[in-house]
């Protein structure tokens, strides 16, 4: 998770880059930042909390400048503090030379981490953005490599997923793992270019031809244009022949507005609901409803395509945020009680599929559930659209072990009777790959079936 964003020659890049963070702040929750260029200085803020508090307009006014990026955090590694929140600055005694932001997670950290502390480098956070950027800057002083040459050497080196944004003074880099598991893209601004972890944020900022950034690609932006560098190799690991989006994106992560990975998130999910109700023929059912806001496009779906009525009958206070992307499962139970409430009228007596994304660790569909039964549902039947998740990411999802996976410990029939629902059914896996036309490879699946794309050096589960 995390959203990054980048904005080069804009006559106020702290406000387009807020902006875009806003349209990506589903990516984000606990935190953000903003690192602003004038030519001379790199000024940054950072502060916990949502972008409407943290960059309000007396901060923005105190950060001039045309260069900018901007970060939405999602903690997956590192306490959630304003320490670990990015972008990143590096300073020296002549000022702060880099800022960076990231998205992603890196496998082989503690490798990295001691080669790093080796060379008497010392991280202040424990975050994976700051490994990166101290990386890249280490090469790039101390062996006296390019920039350019610098990333390359990280992308070689350092394991994992990352959508990147590096700033000098007067220069931006962006890059993305040699996998492409985080969508990036960016686009032409009026007098320059943009870069957004998803492409509605740079819908926002009415940027043109947006397009997406290649996995393995560096683009430097620089007063002389921009230059597009793709690096000789993939560097892929386990026979891979390509990169291997991360398929929960546009099952959970990413807006459907956006589009990514070469396809349009909002149809994706349109399929995915096609293929639930591909299951059901012969179900009698009176109405098809979403946990929303999430899953809205998946119920819909599914309920034209069974002729079926779709209904909004849990109506979601958008006061509360993403409860998948709370640090906590205290944090993630609270949430749920305050952030939905079912509409009776539409619900007592009547049989219904209930639609969610996905199953991660229970709790919560099993308070959604118990809340729908509550409002006198006759019969409940839910239908997931993703497959079990039994293995932990390692690359930007914040399910680390395999006990916490609900699905690793009950089967079907044992998980329905948990969650007190009368029939429960997932995606198949081979269905969710048509809906994202996976039709190279190209998307990882591994929190469903183990099969991890990258290496996982530092890790164990």
């Known amino acids: 998770m995390c959203g990054v964003v980048g904005v080069y020659n804009s006559e106020n ?10 349209a990506t702040q ?5 935190s953000c930042g903003i690192a602003v260029s004038d030519g001379d200085l790199i000024s940054n803020h950072r502060g916990m909390g949502l972008v409407k508090d943290v960059l309000t307009p007396p901060v923005l006014k105190k950060h001039l400048g045309k260069i900018g990026i901007g970060h939405v955090r999602y903690p997956t590694r590192g306490v959630v503090d304003a320490d670990n929140s990015q972008p990143h600055v590096l300073e020296t005694l002549e000022g702060t030379i880099f800022a960076f932001a990231s998205n992603g997670d890196i496998t082989n950290y503690p490798t990295i981490k001691k080669e790093l502390e080796l060379k008497g480098v010392r991280l202040t956070s424990e975050n994976d953005g700051e490994l990166i950027l101290r990386y890249i800057a280490w090469n790039h002083k101390e062996n006296k490599l390019s920039v350019i040459d610098s990333i390359q050497k990280m992308m070689e080196n350092i394991k994992g997923a990352f959508s990147s944004v590096l700033i000098s003074r007067d220069e931006m880099w962006a890059f993305r793992d040699p996998y492409g598991i985080r969508p990036y893209s960016f686009g032409k601004i ?3 270019y943009a870069f957004a972890s998803e492409s509605k944020a740079l819908d926002i900022l009415r940027a043109k031809d947006i397009e997406e950034v290649k996995p393995g690609e560096i683009i430097h932006v620089s007063k002389k244009g921009i230059k597009r560098i793709k690096s000789d190799t993939l560097f892929l690991r386990h026979g891979r022949k390509g990169c291997s989006h991360c398929v929960f994106e546009p099952v959970y ?13 909002y149809e994706a999910r349109k399929r995915m609901g096609k293929a639930l109700a591909s299951y059901d023929k012969g179900l009698e059912i009176d109405v098809v409803i979403s946990v929303p806001d999430s899953s809205n496009v998946q119920a819909l779906g599914y309920a034209q395509s069974r002729n079926i009525p779709f209904e909004i009958a849990l109506i979601r206070n958008h006061y509360v945020g993403r409860t998948f992307i709370k640090p906590d499962q205290a944090g993630r139970d609270e949430s749920v009680k305050q952030k939905f409430n079912p509409i009776k009228s539409r619900i007592k007596g009547k049989r219904i599929i209930l639609v969610d994304d996905s199953i991660v660790r229970g709790t919560t569909m099993r308070k959604i559930a118990g809340m729908v039964r509550g409002a006198g549902a006759k019969e409940i039947h839910l ?3 993703s497959p079990p998740v039994k293995f932990p990411c390692f690359y930007g999802l914040d399910t680390s072990t395999r006990e916490e996976l609900i699905a690793n410990s009950m089967n079907c029939e044992k998980l329905k009777t948990f969650l007190q629902v009368d029939s429960l059914k997932y995606i198949k896996q081979e269905d969710l790959s048509k ?9 990882c699946f591994a929190c469903f079936d183990g099969k991890y794309p990258i290496e996982l050096i530092d890790v164990s589960f």
Request: hydrophobic share 35%.
């Open 13 to 22: 890049s702290a406000y387009d880059v807020m902006l875009g963070l806003f």
């Open 253 to 265: 992560f990413s807006m459907p507005d956006s589009n990514q990975f070469g396809i349009s998130v």
């Open 26 to 30: 589903n990516r984000g929750q606990e």
């Open 190 to 192: 009026e007098n320059g």
């Open 435 to 443: 809906a994202v036309k996976n039709t190279d490879d190209n998307f």
């Open 383 to 385: 239908r997931i659209a």
